[in-house]
């Protein structure tokens, strides 16, 4: 599978069923998460066989069941643009997640901190997690926006940037409100924005790694005005 197809047929699950994940799968997703906290100074992690985070009454109320393993989200707090970050890398390790036939779902809420399962340094906190396994099903996917609503351009849409978008559209967001919008300018100048709501800045970091992986990162550079 590649990442362009990961990125198509990936669906949130909630369910999962009782099946260990094999060790070279768990190896690859590691060696993943120590590339991705090297880069990003984040200190992600991934915890198995470890049921009782999702053991708890909100995790009912999410709809969770079977969980046992889930990626920990972990950051300083004092790092600018945390939620970003976070977004953007931990997407990488869904996007690899799918790739090796696992399933995932991005939680905010609906689990109970465990902090005897995580190493964190001072000043660093559990921003969310990411569950990881094999789900009962393969989720379903959901109504999404058009390009042209969560688009800006000067003039005609080039295909790469329109390539960018609809990975983009395709990407988790928090109760799939799709609440980001993309800017062309100058020809090859992109700004990615967040609109306002409950973790959108993790939500930023998720649709611009769908984004460069849509438009190819050698047609535009990011801008921040």
């Not at 090796?100 to 902090?115: E, R």
Request: proline share 3%.
């Amino acid at each position: 599978m590649t990442i362009q197809e990961a990125i198509q047929q990936r669906h949130s699950v909630r369910r999962y069923a009782d099946k260990p994940i094999e060790r070279e799968k768990v190896a690859a997703l590691r060696a993943l998460i120590e590339r991705c906290n090297a880069e990003s100074g984040l200190n992600i992690q991934l915890v198995t066989d470890e049921p009782t985070a999702f053991d708890c009454r909100m995790a009912r109320y999410g709809r969770f069941s079977g969980v046992s393993n889930y990626f920990a989200l972990i950051g300083r707090a004092d790092v600018p643009n945390l939620d970003e970050i976070i977004g953007y890398y931990g997407e990488k390790l869904v996007l690899e997640a799918q790739m090796l036939g696992l399933n995932t779902c991005w939680v905010a809420l609906t689990y109970k901190k465990k902090p005897e399962f995580l190493q964190m340094g001072d000043g660093e906190r559990l921003r969310c997690v990411i569950s990881v396994g094999y789900g009962t099903s393969q989720g379903v996917s959901h109504k999404i926006k058009s390009v042209e609503k969560v688009s800006k351009v000067d003039g005609a849409m080039p295909d790469w940037f329109r390539r960018g978008v609809e990975a983009a559209l395709l990407a988790p967001t928090a109760i799939n409100q799709q609440k980001f919008t993309f800017s062309l300018t100058n020809g090859n100048q992109v700004r990615a924005k967040a609109g306002w709501g409950y973790f959108s800045k993790v939500d930023l970091g998720i649709v611009k790694l769908h984004f460069e992986i849509g438009a190819g990162t050698n047609h535009f550079e990011w801008i921040n005005i």
